[in-house]
């Protein structure tokens, strides 16, 4: 190639990248592909949804991120992993009213974990429930033999049941969330746009390092998901910042904006994106979904 081609390359791609939408995270924003269909199921990928701060979007993301991976043909398991049973709730089951759930599965080896799923409204999603007794089990699995390893053994059961598993946990980093952590074969962190929320991560980073250091070694991080980013404040534009600034590309380039119909769709126990199908919430969990499965965080 001539100096003169070269020249006009280069500078063809500087045009190139002057002219990208820049994404919120700072990178050119890009459209992920469409996911090819799959031609048969299982075995699942399982990832726990962590933060030990409460209120940062988990049980939202779990639902959401759920039934947009279903929209595009994956066979899902929720696995409600918070005595508070807000996931249950929120895809319009009374965990209160249950004989059967989570906390069964773990506590009680004659209980066949597919006796405790329940079909959810959405099609290819299903729930394992769990209601306040599992907030017991944390107490009660401390004299289990090999207690950070029951729920992998439950879920084992089912692995070829699904192509992925999310398990939306307690904002705790107690005995349930190791639990989560030893089943897990990834982890999503999702995390409020406010300076607080970045303060507890870097505990839950030395937890997940704990955790593939002693009992997963096949765990990782998927991504860090910042969500209820407002870009009309300074403050949600810095911690992004700060967020991309400690852990790269680690950080989805999908953002979930801040919106009041997220909570409208929870009142209507729906996903947002059959609640408000063309609501851009709905629209950044589908391009969360394609952003998973080609980083290969789901099949």
Known sequence: MSSEQGSATLEGTELDLEDAV???????????????????????RVIAMVNQKGGVGKTTSTINLAAALAEYGRRVLLVDFDPQGAL??????????????????????????????HQTGVENVDLLP???????AEV??????????????????VEDD???????????????????LTAAHGVIIPLICEFFALRAVALLVET????????????????????????????????????????????????????????????????????AGNHIGADAYRRLAKELISRGGAP
């Open 88 to 117: 249950s709730a929120g895809l319009g089951i009374n965990p209160h009213e249950l004989d059967l759930t989570v906390y069964n599965v773990l506590m009680d080896r004659k209980v066949d974990i597919r006796d405790a799923i």
């Open 22 to 44: 820049m994404g919120p995270t700072g990178r050119p924003h890009r459209e992920f592909p469409e996911p090819a269909p799959l031609s048969s199921h299982g075995p699942a």
């Open 208 to 275: 997940i390092d704990k955790v593939q250091d002693r009992l997963n070694p096949r765990l990782q991080v998927d991504g860090v998901l910042a969500t209820m980013y407002d870009a009309r404040t300074l403050h949600s534009r810095e911690v992004i910042a700060r967020l991309v600034e400690a852990f790269g590309e680690k950080v989805f380039e999908t953002v979930i904006k801040r919106s009041i119909k997220f909570a409208d769709a929870t009142v209507a126990a729906e996903p947002i994106t059959s609640y």
């Open 140 to 157: 009660q699995l401390v004299n289990e033999v090999a207690r950070e390893q029951v729920l992998d053994r439950a879920l084992k059961k």
């Open 162 to 180: 699904y192509d992925v598993v999310l398990i939306d946990c307690q904002p705790s980093l107690g005995l349930l969330t190791v639990n989560a």
């Open 130 to 136: 769990a209601n306040i007794d599992l907030s017991a």
